[in-house]
């Protein structure tokens, strides 16, 4: 294969240079010797388990493998570094913010707080870590991906999304807590006519392993589009698992077929709570239009019905695969997705009994507290979770041809990911990261992530001109989108319909 071939090239010419040097002149073993070096160089590479790029690629894959601080923390090595943040803070001073530390820090809390998801009308609820894994399906990741994510879940206590794929054997594997995420495609409780299959999925929602059940209304890489899976990765197995043709490329529909409004969607997300036997149920989506969100959130007050969880997702996000053009064009960044539903469920009342999850570009300690103070109560990740299995952003996801081993359905190259290795560094990476927010939020003098305020997160917004977050957005008080919305809310909530999106 052609990832092997600089490793044949040369031991072929570090062979044919110990020839020469017996059989021309001794002076070829200056040749001969660092072929020889390169060559035991190269046999280490593919024998070793430890890295999955040098594993697929012996000796190439050194010209590129990262030193990414991901990488660093989820090996163990001291994450220090020295001289300061290396630059930038001044000079993209528009978009620069930090968080505000106490002149009376306290004590870093000993063991990370868990929030707690599932309102009243959930009877199983379940403890959440402050960063997860986040939507990422079996089919865009390799099978030995999805289990050592999961094994890595199962020994730090978080959970695992399990992404619209379905639920594979290789998600329930691992012993983790999983997020099971239902799609417009419906994969995992697919009826033979693509639509949702109730029977099927409550029968898969009723495992052990299954804490939460999401629904996927959009996602940040591509809004308003189903998702894509290349025919290339379609393999046998997939194909089973989503029901579909072998090697055929999976386009997931736009919107789902069980409801068409926002009544109709917080009506079928109680049933999903039904049928799953009273474990929390949510929705995952890209905010577009802040008018659209209210409207579902006055069919909850109608109905008197709410989700446990809202997972936001913002435009940031990445994907494997999207349809060109749509990926950072389309739907709100993470912040002001976040702070929109954040505000509408606290107009409405409702913000008590509903928590909120943040997922896109999570990757650091500071990213988690930012969050947290922008009004989540939890986060997700996964381009960091990724870069601690190994993937090195070689952009090849939606080709197959993964290097790491990552997302790829090439048994040849996914085998170079050892399981074990990459489940403990992903242990150790949500770990250290979750470490690193609680010591923030120590040092910023609270404990619990309810204590953490939007004026505790600051903004550099010109030269000389710093904001704190309470001023630079409007918050509402709770109910008050109820008693008489503010003139900036008034236009969008009283268009907001319960029975229509549009």
């Excluded at 001073?93 to 004590?107: D, K, M």
């Excluded at 089919?139 to 992404?163: E, I, K, P, Y």
């Amino acid at each position: 294969m052609r990832r092997f071939l600089p490793l044949l090239l040369v031991w072929v010419l570090a062979a044919g240079a110990a020839v020469a040097s017996f059989v021309v002149s001794p002076r070829w073993w200056l040749a001969a010797g660092p072929m020889l070096a390169a060559a035991c160089l190269g046999g280490r590479d593919l024998l070793q388990r430890r890295r999955p790029v040098l594993r697929n690629h012996p000796l190439a894959g050194r010209l590129r493998y990262p030193t990414q601080k991901v990488r660093v923390r989820s090996e163990g090595a001291d994450a220090r570094q020295p001289f300061g943040d290396g630059g930038g803070t001044y000079g993209g001073y528009r978009t620069y913010e930090w968080l505000v530390p106490s002149l009376r820090p306290v004590e870093a809390a000993g063991e990370p707080p868990l929030v707690r998801v599932g309102g009243p009308d959930c009877s199983q609820p379940c403890d959440m870590a402050l960063l997860n894994v986040s939507a990422m399906s079996f089919g865009a990741l390799s099978s030995r991906a999805v289990l050592a994510l999961n094994r890595g879940a199962a020994l730090g206590r978080f959970a695992q999304d399990t992404g619209e794929g379905g639920l594979s054997e290789h998600h329930l594997r691992g012993g983790g807590d999983l997020v099971w995420e239902i799609g417009t495609g419906y994969f995992g409780c697919r009826g033979a006519d693509g639509g949702f299959d109730a029977r099927e999925f409550a029968d898969k929602a009723a495992l052990p392993e299954v804490r939460c059940v999401s629904l996927k209304l959009s996602q940040g890489a591509a809004p308003g589009s189903g998702g894509v899976l290349p025919g290339v990765k379609v393999s046998a197995e997939v194909a089973r698992e989503r029901k579909v043709p072998v090697g055929e490329t999976v386009v997931s529909p736009p919107l789902h077929r069980v409801f068409s409004t926002p009544r109709e969607l917080v009506l079928f997300l109680a049933r999903l709570r039904e049928l799953a036997g009273g474990k929390p149920t949510g929705f995952k989506l890209c905010v577009g239009s802040r008018q659209e969100f209210l409207a579902v959130c006055r069919a909850m007050v109608a109905e008197g019905v709410a989700p446990d969880f809202v997972v936001v997702d913002g435009s940031e996000g990445g994907t494997g695969a999207a349809p060109s053009g749509l990926a950072g064009s389309l739907g709100m960044p993470l912040t002001e997705g976040l702070i929109t539903v954040h505000n509408a469920l606290v107009g409405v009342g409702l913000r008590d009994r509903v928590r909120i999850g943040a997922s896109g570009r999570v990757a650091t300690g500071s990213d988690i507290v930012r969050r947290l103070a922008q009004g989540a109560d939890y986060t997700n990740a996964a381009r960091s979770m990724m870069r601690a299995l190994g993937c090195v952003g070689a952009g090849r996801c939606h080709t197959g041809a993964c290097p790491a081993g990552v997302a790829t359905q090439d048994p040849l190259r996914a085998r170079a990911l050892n399981v074990a290795d990459g489940a403990r560094r992903v242990r150790r990476h949500q770990e250290e990261t979750v470490r690193d927010a609680v010591r923030i939020m120590a040092a910023m003098g609270v404990r619990e992530p309810a204590e953490l305020t939007p004026g505790q997160l600051v903004r550099r917004t010109g030269a000389g001109t710093v904001r704190s977050y309470a001023e630079l957005y409007e918050w509402l008080a709770p109910g008050e989108l109820l008693a008489g919305p503010p003139p900036s809310w008034e236009t969008d909530w009283k268009a907001a319909d319960p029975d229509s999106f549009r």
